[in-house]
Structure formats: structure tokens, C-alpha cells
């Protein structure tokens, strides 16, 4: 019987499937296995507990005659269970299915079982191996952690982390380690005062105001609408040709995700309908991301969600276009009209190839612009240029980004390069599927004729990085170390927070294993090499990189 279980020293269990008929008074887990290794193998049922017919009673208020005396028992028997109805009054339904009278019925895990008709409010789920398949996840987690921690201790032993950064890494292990139902009551607050965030005074000094904040579902293409309480300032931080934008936070949203921009017309005639296209297209595009991000592809991407806030408390109720405040380097990568940026990054060009693909080649994302690979305000052209605002260029709009598009090595991952538009130069490296060698980085020896700073193209080709990328790291790498070619450990870590690089105890595990036992520096280019094989064999860039 291929599919049943069958071990016989997995726990099973029946499980009460919750739903509105369910009266409080049936029990809601009946274990099975304890019961069977008692009774020889079998575990009876019935309206009250005898010994003769029944080991476990069930029956509900609201169903009072819906069980017999003698209504069914379970079976474990050469590690299989099975399930058999006693010519009870109303029999047992196995997956919403009458069984026969008197016959064995096999079980799978997960079958559901009824006692009853299909009205009774006695209906379990058959789980068998569940709480052991819980264990070895525990165990397989226990020993990743140990893993991590022990890699953890070598990282802090070479002096790249400070004590305060090992115990901070350490916590997070420690909590990572730890069941999901865990609690650490030292960790309680002992009252308000020790929850960070926003104070009350701060809150009673604020001038706040009701807003209608409206929030639209792609999946489900609806609009919903909920209270919100808000600051907004009174002088706009930003102005572009179409709109101005003012810092607002939303005293709603929990700490650290209440800080907002909202976005208003600059022509007072501005229709409404305009900022719930704008939204709905934002949504549009999230799902787009989404399903990129389902190709695996070398760095995710996404947008944030577009909001729209309504002032009623103002006159004229006005409305704002509102997302949340984005912090960063904020790029331009493409406009509606063909525009590339020079830095040509591969991430949003072959993303917005994809969304032609993905849509049927009847719309096309770009204007793609934000902070990393998370974007905001971008444009839709569709061919038949229905809707998607003012921007929608339709068929112009797709051909000039399809005139300055390069294919690069990201569309070939997808499987949508133009054979004519390939061009794999330099950019994000594709999967490690799709590279033909993993062998190990390339080693970058430093001659001691030559300047460490200055590195070949053919050298540069092999970390994967840009001219200018090269130079950011090696200005950045001079200025930590005062011009030298070598660095202390401990300054590795802030190094890379510079460049953006959001580097882990298991990253540095690896610059571990490339150092010189015993030494307290690490030479440019065997950074470099690190940052190569984080590139390449990772086949994703940390950071902003």
C-alpha cells in the first residue's frame, strides 16, 4: 500500500476540524497510538465510555444521538491504521464518504474522518507522524544553529566583531533556536516605559488629524477603506513638475512603519480618479514583481504599496497619494519614453522586458525608480492605452524601451533574451544554474611591483564588478585604512556597511578560511577576492552592489 504509513512508532492522532457547527463540549485531539499500545492495537469508540465497547467516549450536545454505543474503533495493525464502522445508527464518513459496515478501512495522513452523517459536528483530520516530522525539524534546526554559532565564535575570535556585535548575533541565534511558542519572560516589559517608540507626550503635542485611508487588493480588485490618525507638515519637502510631497506619519502603524509621504496635485483640478489609477497601477506592478521573483532570478524586487489618504476633516476634503518614506539612495533607473540611466543596472531593465512576457505582451512596466530594487511611482504603457494614467505611452511607450532595451544575462535566466539584444557585459551575475563552471573565485595575486589599487580588465572581469563599482570599493577600502593596502579585521564590518553590503557572521566565515592564521589585517586584494566570490558563487549581490 504505497502512501500509508507505516511505522509503528508514529504518533497518531484525530483532530478536530474547527468549524461553526462545533459544539465546545467534543473533545478536540484524541490520541491514538498511547490508546492502541494498551488496548493490543485497537482504540474503540462509542457514546459513553464501558468496557466492553468503548475506550474513548465522544459525543456532542447540539447531536446527542448521533453516536452509538458501539459506533467504530481504530486499528494499528503490521504499522498500518485503519478505521471500522460498527453497524452503528448513522455510520462514519471517511473524506465526506460513507464506509462499509464491519470492513477495515485504511488511512492515509490527513484523511477526514466523520462520526455521523454529513450534519454531525464530530469531524476529526487523521494526522500520523506529525509531532515526529516536528521533532526532526526542531533537531535539524538545533544543529544548523550550533553550526552557525560555532562559525559565529571563529568569525569573533579573528577579531572582525566587537563584543557588543558577537552578543547581538548571539541573541539572535539563541531566539532563532528556540520553538516558535517559546517566551522569554525576562524579556517582558516590566511597564509602558521600557516599549520603545514614540512617547506619550510626543503624541499629546502632535496635531493629528482623521483621515479615510483607502487601500485597493490586486487579487481580489477591490477597494477597502479604514480610519487612520495622522501628522502631516503644513511645507512640502519635495516638489516635481506634476505634484508636491509632504512628510506625514500615520500614529495607526506600529514603530518604525509609521513614516510616510503623501503626494498631492499641483493643478487644483486634478480628478480623483487620478490617485486610484495611480495605486491600483502600483499594485498591478507589485504583482508583476512577485511573479519575477518566482523565477529565482539573482536579486528580488518590489514595490511598495500605494495608499490614498482623504482629509475629510480639511475643507474641501482634499485627497494625497500616500506610500511609505523610503531610505536610501533614491535612483532613477528608466523613464516612460526610453531613457536608460547610465549606470544601465541588469535588475530593472530585464524586469521590465519581463513584465511584456508575463502580461501576454499587452503591457510593459517601466519608469522603474526607488531605493535598491524596492520602487515606487512607476508607469504602465499597454497597447491598446487604456488606462494607467496620463503616462500611458501605449505602442510608442513599449517600442522606445524595446529600441534602447540590451538583453542582458538576467533575460537569459528568464528565458525572454532577443537573440539580436543579447549583451552579457558587466551586472548581476545570473544563478549558479545558469553559470557553466562553479569553480572557486579566481585568485587576485598583488605583485609587489605593482600598485594593490589598480586591477586588470581582465581581473576586473572576474570579480563581476564595474569600473566604477571597483573604484567606490577601493576609495572607500583607502579611506578605512589610511591609504594602505591592508586593513584591521575589526573595520571590515563597518567597511561594508559603507558600500551597503549587508554582510553576515557566515559571510565572514568565509573571508575567515581565505586569511593568513594569526594575522590581525586583510590585504585589498583579498577583500576584493571575497567580494568576488560573493558575486559569482553566490550569484547575488549584497546591498547596494
Known amino acids: 500500500m504505497t502512501g500509508y504509513p507505516r511505522a ?16 465546545e463540549s467534543i473533545k478536540r485531539c484524541i490520541p491514538l497510538t498511547p490508546i492502541a499500545k494498551q488496548k493490543g492495537g ?6 459513553v465510555n464501558h468496557e466492553n465497547f468503548a475506550d474513548i467516549a465522544i459525543c456532542s450536545n447540539k447531536f446527542s444521538s448521533m453516536i452509538s454505543r458501539k459506533h467504530a474503533s481504530f486499528t494499528l495493525l503490521n504499522g498500518q491504521w485503519t478505521v471500522m464502522d460498527h453497524k452503528s445508527l448513522n455510520g462514519v464518513l471517511v473524506n465526506f464518504k460513507k464506509i462499509e459496515p464491519e470492513k477495515p478501512f485504511p488511512l ?90 514614540f ?16 487601500t485597493y487588493k490586486f487579487q481580489t480588485k477591490t477597494w477597502h477603506k479604514a480610519v487612520a490618525i495622522i501628522t502631516m507638515d503644513t511645507t512640502p519637502f519635495d516638489k516635481g513638475a506634476m505634484r508636491v510631497c509632504y512628510k506625514l506619519r500615520d500614529w495607526t502603524q506600529a514603530t518604525g512603519t509609521q513614516d510616510f509621504v503623501a503626494k498631492h496635485a499641483i493643478a487644483e483640478n486634478e480628478p480623483q480618479v487620478t490617485y486610484f489609477v495611480d495605486a491600483e497601477m502600483q ?35 482634499p485627497v494625497f497619494a500616500c506610500e511609505p518614506y523610503m531610505r536610501g539612495k533614491y535612483v532613477k533607473h528608466s523613464n516612460n519614453y526610453g531613457f536608460v540611466s547610465p549606470e544601465d543596472r541588469n535588475t530593472p531593465q530585464a524586469f521590465s522586458h519581463f513584465t511584456y512576457n508575463i502580461t501576454q505582451q499587452s503591457c510593459l512596466v517601466c519608469d522603474i525608480q526607488g531605493v535598491d530594487d524596492l520602487y515606487t511611482d512607476p508607469q504602465v504603457h499597454s497597447k491598446d492605452q487604456r488606462g494607467f494614467g496620463k503616462g500611458n505611452m501605449g505602442r510608442d511607450g513599449i517600442t522606445r524601451f524595446f529600441r534602447s532595451h540590451k538583453c542582458n544575462a538576467i533575460c537569459d535566466h528568464l528565458g525572454i533574451a532577443l537573440e539580436a539584444r543579447k549583451d552579457y557585459g558587466d551586472g548581476t551575475a545570473p544563478p549558479m544554474a545558469r553559470i557553466k563552471s562553479a569553480a572557486p573565485p579566481v585568485s587576485l595575486p598583488a605583485p609587489a611591483s605593482r600598485d594593490p589599487f589598480i586591477v586588470s580588465d581582465m581581473e576586473l572581469m572576474a570579480t563581476g564588478l564595474k569600473s566604477q563599482q571597483l573604484n567606490e570599493i577601493a576609495g572607500a577600502f583607502k579611506k578605512a585604512s589610511n591609504n594602505g593596502p591592508d586593513i584591521e ?21 568565509v573571508l575567515c578560511d581565505m586569511c593568513e592564521k ?28
Open 8 to 23: 509503528e512508532d508514529e504518533y497518531a492522532e484525530l483532530v478536530l476540524v474547527e468549524h461553526f457547527r462545533a459544539d
Open 42 to 47: 485497537v482504540v474503540r469508540f462509542g457514546r
Open 108 to 197: 492515509r495522513d490527513g484523511d477526514v474522518v466523520t462520526f455521523g452523517t454529513d450534519a454531525s459536528d464530530l469531524v476529526y483530520t487523521f494526522e500520523v507522524g506529525r509531532r515526529k516530522q516536528q521533532h526532526q525539524r526542531q533537531l535539524q534546526r538545533e544543529q544548523e544553529a550550533q553550526r552557525e554559532m560555532d562559525n559565529l565564535d571563529r568569525v569573533a575570535d579573528q577579531g572582525f566583531y566587537t563584543e557588543k556585535q558577537y552578543q547581538h548575533y548571539k541573541l539572535q541565534l539563541a531566539q532563532r533556536l528556540r520553538p516558535m511558542f517559546h517566551i522569554n519572560f525576562d524579556h517582558t516589559p516590566k511597564n509602558t516605559t521600557q516599549i520603545p517608540g
Open 199 to 214: 512617547s506619550v507626550q510626543e503624541w499629546k503635542q502632535a496635531q493629528t488629524e482623521h483621515v479615510i485611508k483607502y
Open 283 to 317: 499594485a498591478f506592478c507589485a504583482w508583476c514583481a512577485n511573479e519575477f521573483n518566482k523565477k529565482n532570478p539573482p536579486k528580488t524586487v518590489s514595490f511598495v504599496e500605494a495608499t490614498v489618504f482623504e482629509c475629510f476633516e480639511r475643507q474641501k476634503s
Open 489 to 509: 579585521k575589526i573595520k571590515i564590518v563597518p567597511l561594508c556597511d559603507e558600500l551597503g553590503l549587508d554582510v553576515q557572521p557566515q559571510h565572514l566565515g
Open 518 to 545: 594569526g594575522k590581525t589585517t586583510i590585504h585589498f586584494r583579498v577583500f576584493l577576492e571575497w567580494l568576488s566570490h560573493l558575486f559569482v558563487s553566490k550569484a547575488n549581490r549584497p546591498g547596494g552592489l
